[in-house]
């Protein structure tokens, strides 16, 4: 059984610049979460993707925006990258049928802006 | 106020030691509490859930919620070096999990 796998997983971009990640969730989940990690902190919700529909966003700004397809994977893109945006970005993957909110992480996508 | 408090540590214990992490939130609406562990430079493992009053034990692991008072924690039993780890608490919010910074448990051999 497949986990919840991410990729790239490493990726060096300079100011100004786009980027696009991309995750696919565990056999059997259709909810994609995008959370950021910075050193020390614990993770911080960006946006969930149920049913290829932007369902809840956290406090990021515009820059950031994400894509499910009908395959349940997600994208998440963003913007005019800003040195700020340095960070773990996480992917979690959940079953909104079961009615608990267990998210299952993917091994991250480690992001640097110089 | 933090929406998920945890002390950060370092929390450090003797092997084979009882390790007690701790954790406040906000929401009283509240229903659904976790626990990851976080390797250094890898992501969050899901290690324990629980979504009523009282205790949860899972091998070596035992989740404990008082929502009376707000309130998660998570023993580790015989603890182990291997228990080294960022332990980070997550409690819902409406479609999303709000984090907690995390505490750095070190278990000393």
């Known amino acids: 059984d497949a986990g919840v796998t991410q990729s790239p997983t490493h990726l060096i971009k300079t100011r100004g610049q786009q980027v696009t990640l991309r995750c696919s969730p565990k056999s059997g989940h259709d909810t994609v979460s995008w959370y950021q990690q910075a050193l020390g902190q614990g993770p911080q919700f960006i946006f969930q993707?149920?049913?290829?529909?932007?369902?809840q966003r956290g406090n990021f700004p515009d820059r950031f925006s994400g894509h499910q397809f009908p395959n349940y994977s997600s994208e998440l893109n963003v913007n005019a990258l800003l040195l700020g945006d340095s960070a773990l970005y996480l992917c979690a993957s959940s079953s909104t049928g079961t009615g608990y909110d267990e998210q299952y992480f993917g091994p991250g996508t480690r992001l640097t802006v110089t | 106020q933090k929406e998920v408090e945890q002390n950060s540590g370092p929390l450090s214990v003797p092997e084979g030691a009882i390790a007690s992490l701790n954790c406040t939130y906000s929401?009283?609406?509240?229903?659904?509490f976790f626990w990851y562990r976080q390797y250094s430079g890898k992501s969050p493992e899901l290690i324990m859930s629980?979504?009523?009053?009282g205790d949860k034990e899972d091998g070596r692991f035992t989740a404990q919620l008082n929502k009376a008072s707000q309130y998660v924690s998570l023993l580790i039993r015989d603890s182990q070096p291997s228990d080294s780890a960022t332990y980070l608490c997550a409690v819902n919010g409406p479609g999303k999990l709000i984090f907690g910074q995390g505490t750095e448990l070190s278990v000393k051999p």
């Open positions: 629980i979504y009523s009053n």
């Open positions: 929401d009283r609406g509240s229903q659904s």
């Open positions: 993707y149920y049913e290829e529909e932007e369902r």
